[in-house]
């Protein structure tokens, strides 16, 4: 299944506009031993080089799927959203395009997720109240 989630997928935007879209996730430890884990959306035009990491990075009130949420989950201040949905990848997209953060070069970017996340999650709806 972890091989399946990691296949890179179609996002049709308009007929010029298709984006392939992934997520990976990795754990990383720094020169004093401290672990770390970051998990990056990753969104390339298709038939070019011009690809945008997003990456979220744990910290304060900042969680990444790891363990205890399920995969692709990213959360802050209560809202989680789950990177491999089709539709959040999508909101991730605009929210990224509106800001002009995507290379018009063949070249990689890498941009923190979290002021994305911050934009992307004002529409999600809130969870019904028990």
């Given at each position: 299944m972890a091989r399946k989630?990691?296949?890179?997928?179609?996002l049709v935007v308009d007929a010029d506009n298709?984006?392939?879209w992934s997520v990976r996730h990795?754990?990383?430890?720094?020169?004093?031993?401290?672990?770390g884990c970051r998990?990056?959306?990753?969104?390339r035009r298709e038939g070019t080089q011009q690809r945008l990491a997003v990456?979220?990075?744990e910290g304060p009130g900042?969680?990444?799927s790891g363990g205890y949420f399920e995969a692709g989950a990213v959360v802050s201040g209560?809202?989680?959203l789950n990177l491999y949905e089709p539709g959040v990848a999508r909101r991730f997209l605009d929210a990224a395009t509106a800001r002009g953060l995507l290379p018009d070069t063949p070249r990689t970017v890498e941009t923190d997720g979290w002021p994305l996340f911050d934009a992307v999650s004002a529409d999600v709806p809130?969870?019904?109240?028990?």
């Amino acid at each position: 299944m972890a091989r399946k989630l990691r296949r890179a997928r179609r996002l049709v935007v308009d007929a010029d506009n298709v984006y392939m879209w992934s997520v990976r996730h990795r754990h990383t430890r720094d020169d004093s031993g401290t672990r770390g884990c970051r998990t990056t959306l990753w969104l390339r035009r298709e038939g070019t080089q011009q690809r945008l990491a997003v990456v979220f990075r744990e910290g304060p009130g900042r969680v990444v799927s790891g363990g205890y949420f399920e995969a692709g989950a990213v959360v802050s201040g209560g809202t989680w959203l789950n990177l491999y949905e089709p539709g959040v990848a999508r909101r991730f997209l605009d929210a990224a395009t509106a800001r002009g953060l995507l290379p018009d070069t063949p070249r990689t970017v890498e941009t923190d997720g979290w002021p994305l996340f911050d934009a992307v999650s004002a529409d999600v709806p809130a969870e019904p109240a028990d």
